[in-house]
């Protein structure tokens, strides 16, 4: 089969790495790809992934079999529909679903007339009723701007001050451009967070391996929100009992919604879940999946992605149990110094002779030079994950693994899956 995915980051390259594995796999194209995918994928640079006319036109002329589109933006786009319109399968929700995640305006009204545990929120279209709100909201408070905003969209506000500015940023000054039409202002929550990316083609619903992001930039999760700098699964947090819940409380609840609205959804659905006294509460949705969730999730994974992708599109998830190694995974990224604020790129990349056989390198903004050298060309650079049969040593693995893989200026964070690390120490002493 020939497949194609749209994207270029460590997420995407750990989904090709995947679907290398199925044997019908005879080539991948990558649209755009990177430096690091060219080693498992026709890379085509000149393709990016919300150039849709150029996508559909390599679909058609390549003769895809099957396509992935794994980013927000083209989802948001409909490079699904438009993919389907000439008749090739493909894995990712369609416009209107993929609405659950670029508009938070819509999945904070499907929750609520649906009854889906979130933050109590209110929405505003005028600034000046926005500003007023806040007058008398309880501190502190979450201000999301509406739309798509590279994960950066959410302010949290500590102080009355603070919560005008962000106002004033998102929907006056329109640091995210559009998607500050509309703000979101919600109650803030408290608790663990997890995220739990599934596999669903509208009916049927099957989770992955629940993980942990680090969202923060610095250690101990203080500095700016950047897109993820490591992950951990599975969370330790999310017990049987709770995944019951969610999926009870949550999950199926959040695929009849999306039915009962006219848009059921296919692809993967991500929950960003917070597990607060009160109960698990959905964060966010996003319409795909998360990064660099995935580059813990699948390495996890054993039956094959290829199949569980094409079941998902023929409506034929319910036939298939995926199964789950009994281990656990780390993902450590490797940043350019100064993500996410500014940061310089083009800087040659050294790795060492050989690497554990544990140990994958998920690449995600690094680009080819004509002679072969890779070089830096983003604020993540590199993902190294390493699996294990215990939290501890894939953590230590992927960490060494890391400190063997050098560029001018490379930052990662120190304590990925610390908290992970003390929850199941907690919870051991407890048993
Ligand atoms: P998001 O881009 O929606 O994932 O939000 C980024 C981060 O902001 C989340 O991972 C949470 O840590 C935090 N956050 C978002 N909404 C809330 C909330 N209602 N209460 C507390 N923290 C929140
Ligand atoms: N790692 C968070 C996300 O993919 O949105």
Redesign the pocket.
């Known amino acids: 089969m020939k497949l194609l995915v749209v994207g270029g980051g460590g997420r995407e390259h750990a989904i090709i790495k995947k679907l290398r594995e199925n044997p019908q796999a005879e080539v991948i194209y990558a649209l755009p790809g990177n430096g690091g995918i060219a080693a498992d994928a026709v890379c085509v640079p000149e393709i990016g992934a919300k150039d849709l006319d150029g996508i559909v036109d390599f679909a058609r002329s390549h003769q895809i079999d099957f396509a992935v589109v794994a980013p927000d933006d083209p989802l948001a786009l409909g490079c699904v529909d438009r993919l389907h319109a000439i008749g090739i399968p493909c894995f990712g929700p369609d416009a209107k679903a993929a609405r659950i995640e670029s508009s938070k305006v819509f999945a904070k009204n499907l929750m609520k007339k649906y009854g889906i545990p979130t ?1 109590a929120y209110a929405v505003f279209q005028d600034p000046a009723a926005a500003l007023a709100y806040l007058e008398s909201a309880p501190l502190p408070i ?1 201000l ?1 701007a509406d739309g798509l905003a590279l ?1 950066k ?2 302010l ?1 506000a500590q102080t009355r001050q603070e919560a005008r500015e962000a106002v004033k940023m998102i929907m006056e000054d329109r640091a995210f451009g559009a998607a500050g039409e509309q703000i979101v202002i ?5 608790g663990p ?1 997890v995220s739990v990316l599934a596999f669903t083609d509208g009916t049927c619903i099957r989770p992955m391996a629940a993980s942990m ?1 680090h ?1 923060r930039a610095g250690d101990g999760d203080t500095g700016p ?1 950047t897109g993820g700098m490591g992950t951990i699964a599975p969370n330790p947090y999310y017990t049987e009992e709770i995944a019951r819940r969610c999926m009870e409380e949550i999950f199926l609840p959040t695929l009849k919604a999306m039915a009962a609205e006219g848009c059921p959804f296919k692809g993967c659905l991500y929950f ?1 879940l ?1 597990l607060t006294p009160q109960g698990p509460k959905v ?2 949705y996003n319409c795909r999946f998360g990064d660099p969730e995935t580059q813990v999730v699948l390495p996890l994974l054993k039956t094959d992605l290829l199949d569980l992708m094409r079941a998902v599109e023929a409506g034929t998830l319910g036939e298939i149990e995926p199964e789950w190694s009994q281990g656990a995974a780390a993902c450590v990224v490797l940043a350019s110094g100064g993500y996410p604020g500014h940061y310089e790129t083009g800087k040659p990349i050294h790795f060492p002779e050989a690497l554990p056989s544990n140990v994958t390198v998920y690449h995600a903004g690094d680009r080819l030079t004509e002679d072969d050298t890779l070089l830096t060309a983003g604020g993540r650079v590199l993902g190294v994950t390493a699996t294990a049969s215990t939290l501890e040593e894939a953590l230590k693995d992927a960490y060494a693994a890391a400190d063997t893989i050098d560029f001018e200026g490379k930052y990662t964070r120190r304590d990925i899956g610390r908290r992970a690390l003390e929850a199941l120490t907690a919870r051991d002493a407890k048993a």
């Open positions: 933050a979450v999301k994960g969209g959410v949290i919600e109650e803030f929550l408290t967070e992001d969202k929100n960003g917070m964060i966010e």
